[in-house]
């Protein structure tokens, strides 16, 4: 059975960091493309960081240099390290585990910024 799972999430101020982790289980870790996505209030859910299998990374053009996608084959887990947060990156962040043929979804971790 696979298991993706989210972690780390929670209240930040402005400026603050977070980071973010997504463990899987029940998959061959190191051939899936992984991204993180998120769904603010009211909003649509939007791509936000995808890094491949290759460890080929790319990145909504709202985090460029203030996130970091990264993965960790050993540990079968994704992380976003998060930085320079604003309030506009509350939203809810799930992680995507995917190849061809194969898609799954975590339940998200809530991130909220507030002063």
């Known amino acids: 059975q696979v298991q993706v799972v989210e972690s780390g999430g929670g209240l930040v101020q402005p400026g603050g960091s977070l980071r973010l982790s997504c463990a899987t289980s029940?998959?061959?870790?190191?051939?899936?493309?992984m991204a993180w996505y998120r769904q603010a209030p009211g909003k649509q859910r939007e791509w936000v960081a995808r890094?491949?299998?290759?460890?080929?990374?790319n990145y909504q053009s709202s985090v460029v240099g203030r996130f970091t996608i990264s993965r960790d084959n050993a540990k079968n887990t994704m992380y976003l390290q998060m930085n320079s947060l604003k309030p506009e990156d509350t939203a809810v962040y799930s992680c995507?585990?995917?190849?061809?043929?194969?898609?799954?979804w975590g339940q998200g971790t809530q991130v909220t910024v507030s002063s």
């Open positions: 995507n585990v995917y190849r061809t043929n194969d898609d799954y």
């Open positions: 029940g998959i061959i870790f190191p051939i899936y493309n």
């Open positions: 890094i491949t299998s290759g460890h080929y990374t």
